[in-house]
């Protein structure tokens, strides 16, 4: 069990380090380039999208680091349920169109790495039952 543990948790860091450096990279090619993203699972349109993307780049980040240092895991549990319910609401409850049944196959890859990704960080959040254990013996000592 503990190393399904350890991959869904390894799992969940690739899943959210991945899809932080694309948020990352487009907001800042597009500030740089001075053209506006396009993104129509996100509510977003415009140079608002772009300031949401990027800041949701930077949180994602920030929570994702403190969740490596385990200082605060619960956001990470919650960024990462936060990326499901978006990707579920773009792909399903927007105008988005799906234009072949790949475009479907893919949106529902997505969703189900992102739904991974959440159980990873859901793993990740718990602590193990011999850490407590451990912690306490070596206090008494």
Excluded at 7 to 24: D, E
Excluded at 27 to 47: F, H, K, N, Q, R
């Amino acid at each position: 069990m503990h190393v399904i543990y350890l991959l869904l948790r390894v799992f969940s860091f690739c899943f959210q380090g991945l899809l932080i450096v694309f948020l990352l990279a487009a907001s800042v090619l597009a500030w740089s380039s001075g053209s506006l993203l396009s993104i129509d699972l996100l509510p977003w349109t415009g140079e608002a999208l772009t300031t949401w993307t990027f800041v949701s780049a930077l949180a994602g980040a920030t929570v994702t680091i403190l969740a490596l240092k385990r200082i605060v895991p619960v956001l990470f549990l919650l960024w990462n349920v936060a990326v499901v319910i978006m990707l579920v609401r773009g792909y399903f409850f927007s105008s988005y169109g799906f234009t072949s049944g790949s475009d479907l196959l893919t949106a529902l890859l997505f969703i189900l790495g992102a739904v991974v990704a959440a159980v990873g960080s859901w793993v990740h959040m718990r602590r193990p039952a011999g850490v407590a254990a451990r912690r306490k013996a070596a206090a008494l000592v």
